[in-house]
T-cell receptor, first 111, second 115 residues
Framework: QKEVEQNSGPLSVPEGAIASLNCTYS??????FFWYRQYSGKSPELIMF????GDKEDGRFTAQLNKASQYVSLLIRDSQPSDSATYLC???????????FGRGTSLIVHP | GAVVSQHPSRVICKSGTSVKIECRSL??????MFWYRQFPKQSLMLMAT?????????EQGVEKDKFLINHASLTLSTLTVTSAHPEDSSFYIC???????????FGQGTRLTVV
């Protein structure tokens, strides 16, 4: 069974700090990795995706992928109170439409 | 990306009644749509894959006679929760994916409360 594990948190960081969110997955055949942000009562929205080992940066967000260790992380620099949300990690196997979602990590950025 | 519209956003119904939720892909012809359910503090759980013009594929443990899915066109899929009970209260979300390795685009979600 494919599993995606995330620490449920909450992770609490002060405004302006770096928030680090981690995700591990069990299926070595996974090829596509996604980070979604979900505000309370809302549906998820895509933050970033990554396919290759290494880092991928987009504004204040950096996704990091290490396929050998089977983990993917999301760094949020200069965290803002508006970043407070639940962050879902999603993983897809090669050739699959259907992602497997983690339970999400709740992030709280306090002023 | 795809724009997905889901309706209604909230619904309260009495136990034993049925509720229909619509999911529309506004700018992408989706042969396949996905229905998820999310309980509080839990992950998104795939309920079923909706296939245009054919029967939906249900995940293990999901009752197909209770959660009726109809995908009659390339832009519309509906989920009907039949004979709803309080334990069916949840957040239901539909999604569209434009390709194998692309991200999921979600509708706004429907908060169902069965009283």
């Amino acid at each position: 069974q494919k599993e995606v594990e995330q620490n449920s948190g909450p992770l609490s960081v002060p405004e302006g700090a770096i928030a680090s969110l981690n995700c591990t997955y069990s299926d070595r055949g996974s090829q596509s990795f996604f980070w979604y942000r979900q505000y309370s009562g809302k549906s998820p929205e895509l933050i970033m995706f990554i396919y290759s080992n290494g880092d991928k940066e987009d504004g204040r967000f950096t996704a990091q992928l290490n396929k050998a260790s089977q983990y993917v992380s999301l760094l949020i620099r200069d965290s803002q109170p508006s970043d407070s949300a639940t962050y879902l990690c999603a993983v897809k196997a090669g050739g699959s439409y259907i992602p497997t979602f983690g339970r999400g990590t709740s992030l709280i950025v306090h002023p | 990306g795809a724009v997905v519209s889901q309706h209604p956003s909230r619904v309260i119904c009495k136990s034993g009644t049925s509720v229909k939720i619509e999911c529309r892909s506004l700018d992408f012809q989706a042969t396949t749509m996905f229905w998820y359910r999310q309980f509080p503090k839990q992950s998104l759980m795939l309920m079923a894959t909706s296939n245009e013009g054919s029967k939906a594929t249900y995940e293990q443990g999901v009752e197909k006679d209770k959660f009726l899915i109809n995908h009659a066109s390339l832009t519309l899929s509906t989920l009907t929760v039949t004979s709803a009970h309080p334990e069916d209260s949840s957040f239901y979300i539909c999604s569209v994916m434009m390709g194998m390795n692309t991200e999921a685009f979600f509708g706004q979600g429907t908060r169902l409360t069965v009283v």
